[in-house]
């Protein structure tokens, strides 16, 4: 008698609405639910220790937050027809489907030449089999390819739903309150003009606000030198660990020869080396029904973790090394400056540390190093800002704003990080 | 045989302690008690409704803030003696004390020529009589001629206890998120080098949030078009309320010689020109026993509106249209642009309203007028914020930052008001 | 082209949409405006002092909260037309629009024998005149006797969206976190079975947590000791100063009888005993054009208090005493106990208050006196709040809980204040 | 020249500062760092997805409060030590020091008669080695030896501040409202007495609001039917792994002789029998260096969480069955009621499920179980929370409470828990 309500409590919105049969199956698949297990900000609570949300939370929150514009934009008499809310919903649900566990982390160590939204396309598409073609304009909307371009704005573009998710989200996670922006305020002035999403002018203020708070929360949380000193050196262990895993290596170490423990489905990316082509080509790997796909969908925080932990006592000094710094949070110290640093500094620290471990020429490589960090708060060279004058006029925000600073923001920050272990320097 | 704690409730901060007795005898003189009945936010509660919190919250709040500064200076073996922390104390506690009702609307038309800032000293030099001389080390880091200046810099500079509190205060009370700054975050930040308060760089994001966050709540809630529409409404009414006091008009008008409404204390600044020597000359005003400091003392928030309801019903048009519009929320039209408006349309517009309405040629003044208001996010001509980096350097916050777009806000901002009746064009 | 939306800014629900142009124009009437200037707490802001928020703010929250549960109920199949949706949401809206001033203060010296709900009812009936019967199904929901009797309970019953608001917003404003429940929620839960409003028992905890929090409200803020000391006080100042006007004290006191300053709204009540009748009876008093009510219409708390600062300087001692303690926040002091205080004891201090103050008989009554409080948690011989189980049984929530403690909470709880000036004893 | 502040973010306090040297290393312990990696409540983020905090951060925020409360209780003029502040925030620190990963299902399955407590102190013995007795205060403290009672109080009774903060952290987390509690208040409100903690009068209506806020979170979260739903699931994964580790399960079963994939620590408790004897007796287990303890500080989250992924697939049936059900989320069905289950209705059902899965006799009671749960509100046969009257009078907050109701909730609730799977009935 009563129509089943299916809610998910969320901290930040209360309760989050389930629309759609359809959406509550595809939320309940293990592709989707693996992002419970994987962490939306990586290794960021080593520094802010709350920061350990989950990416299944943020697909939820940016889903919940496309409907409500949905809601706006329909009371504003924009059409978007039952099928095309289905389809944005599902394109916002799934936008990140593609992350594996520390996904930056990853996609410079396990896999090869293949981006997490390359994996979301193909999750998508396996989806959409799956699932009998009903995923079809999700994908459109997702990939652009669908007529009504204002609903892939909504997705992907500079004001997308997953921005005004995940900068609140992380705000409030990691209790850094610079990063609040006002959501409902901004989805409460969105509007569409000739298939474009634009802001009403009345907005204009809360986009600044955002702007300044994507830029603020990349220099104090994203990009946080301890946080990215710690992703360094997650990297610096997986890069490890596959060189050890290589027969190479393996040859000339007979004396580490063993076999280093990892789940079934870390084996799979530790042992081979899986690109762009893997992916699409291999239906099948080694039996595993769903091919390669299939065994990525396996892993997430819990694999690298635990193997990590096991590496600590891996008989290669590099490797156990690295383990336990990252176990028991020492990271390196980190420099940064607005040039690179020179190459003597940095080779002349290399032959100091190599000769302090006893390490091989390459070696010293995992332990110091130099990196290039760069942000763009705001590019209007990808889809602009658009602000809406009750006039019609149309603007991009950084020529709308009555100061210049807006405009001042579209210039790249580059920042030279250098890293080296705390104890030696 | 336990130490009584002095605790105010706060919504924001919980628990503000208050930390000494003769704090508590200065928060409880009827001086600082009518700050209870003085809104923050004068008639921005029209447009944001929850802005209806008092200055004497404001006070209290500021010294709550003030207290954690002092506790974080000494953590950091910052010299600060037990009377000098009494001072700055009482210092920001009474900072705003020379505000009077609807601040801004009646520097403009009830006093003259005499800022709330004079007043405040006066208040406080007559609090330091009273006092016996106990407010002396406020009054003097007060008027910035304490030895120790870093003291005045906590009670007013670019990066004041004030500004910490009000932009948090004046968020909650509104909803407007885009003024949430981390007020936490930059206490725990500050230091003193060469007896100028400094940043340490970890605090420097929040330091441009801060400032970014200054910016937009003025143009979203204290430059509100709305706020400000209903402001210039008041200047209005108390402008025409003083010309109908004046024996001048009453002469002219015979039929409206009608006493006008009003309690002692908003009669005695009608019907006479106070300016600031008024305020310093006459130690008796008609028999009041504090002079006329002491009758300003008396007015509040509901002298002014208890008055202007009743002079709804005046007989002269334009007082009782101007006070029936502000109690009944019918504010003027407002139009704004960066350019002044051409006299030629503002003076066609008080034609048509003077035919309208039968008015005066002065009158149609009360009706339709332009106005110029504008603000400064930053401004490093006045007291720098600086930032001191771990090598002992300090720099000022627009050129700390690695974007330019602090330096950019660093230009004053301009627009022009016109304001005219809604109905009417 | 766009429809316009019409927003209220809310610092806890973020906007409140009005979903209709005839709620709109109720919203803009006099009548609701004046509303912004009566607080909801009274003056209970002499303790928590951000308790400044008003009952315009509250009715706007509870009409939201209200359309919240209209569309809950209809996402369960539950019939709700939409003439219905607008009668319920006005009925909401007007639900307090009876209240004075410092309503219970005023309802104990300035009008007799009519409570603010009486006139509620007579506001509803004229504005459905003004509005030629449009708010007919907005006062049958109200008096209950529109034939959809859960309508009703949505505005008034043990689990009204009046109670969820104000427990959440007075919670919000004095910082209790003691009142915050989860309207969220519980609205969420709702449902209507046989025409009652019933909560699903997935939300019993919930309901649980609303009932406690609102005993723990009345005792922590609405009836603390201080905020009643204070509510007390004002109404001796109201009943001294009617007793004043009346035309028997001043024969007896010609020294007094200079005329008590008033707004003329206040002088109509003061000068005049006005009782239910008088508000139905007078269609025009002395001219005034809207008969008594409209007199009414015109108090609000600037009047009160604009007067009360004058009256601190009135020859009467007993006024000017009783005036001058609450405008600089003299309070009585307060005994709490669960019996009654003895009468040997409060007339003993009576006399000696006499003998000190010089006070005629009767007017030691205005500084000594005794008073008996009392609340119910829950009254399940009102509306009952009614859990509904999955098997479609419907229980009273003290019966429903797991544990008896909500049946021990219907016991009226009664304390007896003492009340006397704090210097004395 | 300037004092290094450690501060650690918390979204919930802000800063909490590390107050000492000693225990900024105790928290950079192994031991204390693992906690990261351990959640404060299990699986419960299938119920609520935000609640995925760690019992590192609570550790942190219960030692914030414990440094509050010693601030409050000095300032009232207890004497506190410098060596007992220290004791009493490293006791509090350390007190879930003993936890493992999903501890309440672990202490049913993998570890045998040791309770977290006992492991709790056998760490603070062994750090105490570590650092050379400067743990003794902290130890005798946490044991209750110590001779100032009211400090052992702080660390564990029925108002520590233990239960302050993970109330307020868990319903941050989860988003249940319910839970909130005013921890501030209730900690200025604290007294020590005779040698025993107290709250005076003014809070005793928080005292209140945080037992009710208890009982909610136990029924609303913690013992919520899903929550335990999956714990259950997780305490049968566990001994149907431990069961096939054992020998005599190898034996019979010959084809699913294949080793279990786990980490080295999880393999040291699933393939041994390990007691409270094991864990004292054993200095070294199999060249481990710091014996049972030692591994025991391996595992985490990931170790069990990585385990039943690779589980999911192995070739026992049940344990697959019951791994992919936890994995993909497909719990129990959970019936609840106040009676036990018949017997002859649990047994129906296993035997139906027996038959329908091809399970032996045994094996049912994976699929097929009932479960006692209960819970105390407030239980004054522990130590009681006491409540201080101005007069000196000290009562139970059962007795002090106007109501009964407090007293009501001495009673136990108990629930009887069904669980079978969802699909077959």
Redesign the interface.
Known sequence: ???K?I??????Y??ITVPDPLILEII?H?YF?RL??IRQLGLT??????A???R??HA?GAMHLTMKAVQTLR???VEITKEEERGVLIAILLHDIGHGPFSHALENSIVHDISHEDISVLFLEKLNKEFKGKLSTALNIFNNTYKKKFLHQLVSSQLDMDRLDYLNRDS???????G???S??II?ML?VKKDRLVVEAKGM??I??FI??R??MY??VYLHKTVLSAEFLLVKILQRAKEIASSKFQVSNSKLQEEL?C???LREFLYNHHDKKAFSNLPLVKGEKGGLLEVFA?L????I???I??WA?HPDPVLSTLCMNL???KLYKVEIQ?EPFSDKRVNQMKKEIQKKYKLKNSEADYFVFSQLVSND?YRPDKIHINILYKNGRITDIAQAS????????Q?T?K?YFLCYPKEIF
Chains 1, 2, 3, 4 share one sequence.
């Not at 409030?172 to 610079?178: D, H, I, P």
């Not at 009555?402 to 923001?409: F, N, R, T």
């Open positions: 008698m009563t129509k309500q809610l998910f409590n969320d901290p930040i209360g309760f309940n293990p639910l419970q297990r609570s080593l520094v802010y220790s709350g350990l949300h989950t299944f939370q939820l009371s504003k008499e409030f996670y990691t209790g850094v309150s610079e609040v922006i006002s409902d305020r409460k509007n203020y809360s600044e606000n300044i708070a830029r603020l220099w104090q423990f789940t079934p489905a396996q997430d925080d819990n694999d973790f635990a193997s932990k096991v006592n176990v028991n949070r607005d708060a009555d100061q210049s600073y807006i405009a001042a923001l210039k920050v920042k």
